[in-house]
């Protein structure tokens, strides 16, 4: 009986932790044009600011993130396009635009 219970707790705790992910799918591109963007760089932060889990763009501007708890944003960054932060939310998918210095 003991050991039923632990089994238990542990595949509770395991969904609980699962469910506590958050995997989101996304393109980066140019505002101007539409093209892609590779190798930018994708950041999940929490509410400090703090990088939790980081990722890049492929070449066709593709990223897929699995963020922890906790993540209440997404920033991306690269040379040569300014920075943007966006809320996360309930997103699942994200279609990101970047303006051109």
């Given at each position: 009986m003991k050991k039923l219970l632990v089994i238990f707790a542990i595949v509770f705790l395991s969904l609980q932790v699962l469910e506590?992910?958050?995997?989101?799918?996304?393109?980066?591109?140019?505002?101007?044009?539409?093209?892609?963007?590779?190798?930018?760089v994708v950041d999940g932060t929490?509410?400090?600011?703090?990088?939790?889990?980081?990722?890049?763009?492929?070449?066709?501007?593709?990223?897929?993130?699995?963020?922890?708890?906790?993540?209440?944003?997404i920033e991306v960054k690269k040379p040569g396009f300014q920075p943007r932060t966006l809320p996360v939310g309930k997103k699942k998918k994200m279609k990101i635009k970047m303006l051109q210095q």
């Amino acid at each position: 009986m003991k050991k039923l219970l632990v089994i238990f707790a542990i595949v509770f705790l395991s969904l609980q932790v699962l469910e506590a992910q958050t995997t989101i799918k996304g393109k980066v591109s140019n505002k101007k044009g539409g093209k892609a963007i590779p190798e930018v760089v994708v950041d999940g932060t929490n509410a400090q600011g703090k990088v939790l889990v980081s990722t890049k763009t492929d070449a066709k501007g593709k990223f897929q993130v699995t963020l922890p708890a906790g993540t209440t944003s997404i920033e991306v960054k690269k040379p040569g396009f300014q920075p943007r932060t966006l809320p996360v939310g309930k997103k699942k998918k994200m279609k990101i635009k970047m303006l051109q210095q």
